[in-house]
Structures are given as structure tokens and as C-alpha cells.
């Protein structure tokens, strides 16, 4: 069996409030304590880690395993329970003071996107802004192209996120802001009308087109009887209709189909 020695070093200086304790594993020549320490653990071959306390909590509620809530409390909870609200499951868990948290950091997956305030790129997000897919390192550029960007990234200025449906392509840019109306656009609606009989009025006409004396019937020129050019009205009797048209007042302005917005970056995770 290989033996392990433990060295508990206790550094204090001249103040006993700076003191400072230092735990190592391995025979150190001369180890020293980082002066901001509290407690430091130190593996001389560099082989050895932290193995915190393992038990089994009972819910995320409840103080169990302890007598009760103690704020700054870590542990490696070992139990599963199946509550809805609070349940727990294997890993570490930290105490608030009135209930359990788990303690555990979500990592990006190579196509997340997110929103930023930052332009740049930054610890493995690029922004899309249409750059060429050859200007990426070149670990960066077989993810990119696993994803469907082929050639170029896409450029999200002045775009919203949308989810992709069936017959579209990762990363496709399309869409308006504006729209406008055709006639094909506009309500199925017919309007009809006719004016009313209401109001005697009356039309002029000319008897004889204006003086003509001769007319020609049935191949011959014959004389008109009465050459006489007569101007003279219909009266104003017989109901009839006319035809009008309404003109729509419309000068075919787009519609504004963008909403209230906050600015943003927008970034896909590629990796570093």
C-alpha cells in the first residue's frame, strides 16, 4: 500500500490574526502559504485534490442530514428524491442559509447563439456579421461548416432570431420591414350602386345635324324635307341610371411591420 504523508504546517506571523494554515501533501522542502489564504492544500506531485464530504440530503427544503440551515455549508450529496420543487439529485450543494442550491456551471454547446452588449468576439462566440467562414482559425472553421455555414456566417444586422422550419437553411437571412398593399391584398368586397330617378332634368339635342340639307338613302342623294336645323331638349320624363366610379384616395404607402426594439450583438458559440 502506498503511504501518504500529510504535513500540517501551521505559518503564523507575529500577528495571530494574519495566521495562516497550509496543508500538504508530499515531503515539501519549504512550502509556504499564500499570505491572502485562509487555508491552503498543497500536493507536492501535483496528483492529489479537494474530496469534499459526501452525504445524503433529503430535499432541498430541509437541513437534513444537519440539525439546521448553515449559511456557506458545501457538500457532495450522494441521495436522488423524485419532488417536483425539491427534489435533489448526485452532485455538489451549497447551503444559503434556508435552503440547498446546486452548485453547477452550463457550459455553450458549438451552435448556441446568445445576445450581447460586446461587438468582439469573445471566448469562443463569434459575431455574425457576415464574415467569411476562411477568416476564422481554422479549428473554429470545421465547426462553422458542421453547422451549415458553409462559406459565410451569417449577418444578423438589423435582424430578428427565428426558428428554422423544414424547408429552410441554417442561417438563411430573409424577411421585410416594410409591406406594401396590392389590390389582391384588399377585402373581397364589392360595391355597387345607381343613381336615383329623383330631380327632373333635361339633355339637349340637335334636329337635322345642324342644317344638313342632303342624306344619302339606300345609295342615292336625296333631299331632306325639312332642312331646317332645330336645337331642342328631351323632356324630362322616363326614369333612367347612370354609372359611376369611387376613386379608393390610396397612394400604395408601405406598412411598417417593425415593432419596438433594444439593439443588440448577436453571437454564435464555435469554440476555441
Same mark, same amino acid.
Request: glycine share 6%; proline share 8%.
Given at each position: 500500500m502506498k503511504k501518504i504523508n500529510y504535513t500540517l504546517l501551521f505559518l503564523a506571523a507575529f500577528n495571530p490574526l494574519s495566521a495562516q494554515v497550509l496543508i500538504t501533501a508530499g515531503n515539501a522542502l519549504s512550502p509556504t502559504a499564500n499570505s491572502q489564504a485562509v487555508l491552503e492544500l498543497y500536493a507536492q506531485n501535483k496528483d492529489k485534490g479537494l474530496l469534499m464530504p459526501k452525504v445524503s440530503l433529503a430535499a432541498t427544503?430541509?437541513?437534513?442530514?444537519?440539525? $439546521?440551515?448553515?449559511?456557506?455549508?458545501?457538500?457532495?450529496?450522494?441521495?436522488?428524491? +423524485? +419532488?417536483?420543487l425539491t427534489g435533489v439529485t448526485p452532485g455538489f450543494y451549497y447551503n444559503d442559509g434556508t435552503s440547498w442550491n446546486r452548485l453547477?456551471?452550463?457550459?455553450?454547446?458549438?451552435?448556441?447563439?446568445?445576445?450581447?452588449?460586446?461587438?468582439?468576439?469573445?471566448?469562443?462566440?463569434?459575431?455574425?456579421?457576415g464574415r467569411a467562414i476562411s477568416g476564422l482559425p481554422s479549428t473554429v472553421q470545421s465547426r462553422a461548416v458542421s453547422l451549415g455555414f458553409a462559406t459565410v456566417l451569417p449577418n444578423s444586422a438589423d435582424r430578428y432570431l427565428k426558428s428554422k422550419s423544414a424547408s429552410e437553411t441554417l442561417g438563411a437571412i430573409s424577411g421585410n420591414t416594410s409591406v406594401a398593399l396590392t389590390q389582391a391584398n384588399l377585402p373581397n368586397i364589392t360595391y355597387n +350602386?345607381?343613381?336615383?330617378?329623383n330631380g327632373a332634368h333635361t339633355h339637349a339635342y340637335n334636329d337635322r345635324a345642324s342644317g344638313t340639307t342632303n342624306s344619302i338613302e339606300a345609295g342615292s342623294t *336625296?333631299?331632306?324635307v325639312d332642312n331646317d336645323s332645330t336645337t331642342s331638349t328631351t323632356s324630362n320624363a322616363g326614369a333612367h341610371n347612370h354609372t359611376f366610379s369611387v376613386a379608393t384616395g390610396g397612394t400604395n404607402t408601405a406598412?411598417?411591420?417593425?415593432? *419596438?426594439?433594444? $439593439?443588440?450583438?448577436?453571437?454564435?458559440?464555435?469554440?476555441?
Open positions: 427544503n430541509a437541513p437534513n442530514p444537519f440539525p $439546521s440551515h448553515m449559511a456557506g455549508m458545501t457538500v457532495y450529496n450522494t441521495n436522488t428524491t +423524485a +419532488a417536483a453547477e456551471v452550463q457550459l455553450p454547446t458549438v451552435g448556441d447563439i446568445k445576445y450581447s452588449s460586446t461587438p468582439g468576439d469573445q471566448d469562443g462566440w463569434y459575431l455574425l456579421d +350602386a345607381t343613381t336615383t330617378t *336625296k333631299t331632306v406598412l411598417n411591420l417593425q415593432p *419596438k426594439y433594444l $439593439s443588440a450583438y448577436m453571437f454564435v458559440y464555435l469554440g476555441q
